[in-house]
């Protein structure tokens, strides 16, 4: 009983620590997008389709 508990704690732990990996990953690819997002709103585009053609980019 004790080994089953103590697997399950690491088990716990590991998740914990992998959910805290994927949330970073995610955090981290989404900050060039989100700063994207940002200069639009700066340069008065609309965030939702704001310039969305083939030209040269800002």
Known sequence: MHYADALRREASAAAESLEEGLLAE???QSLPALEELRQRERNGQ???GGGGGMGPRR
């Open 26 to 28: 995610l955090v981290r």
């Open 46 to 48: 609309s965030a939702a």
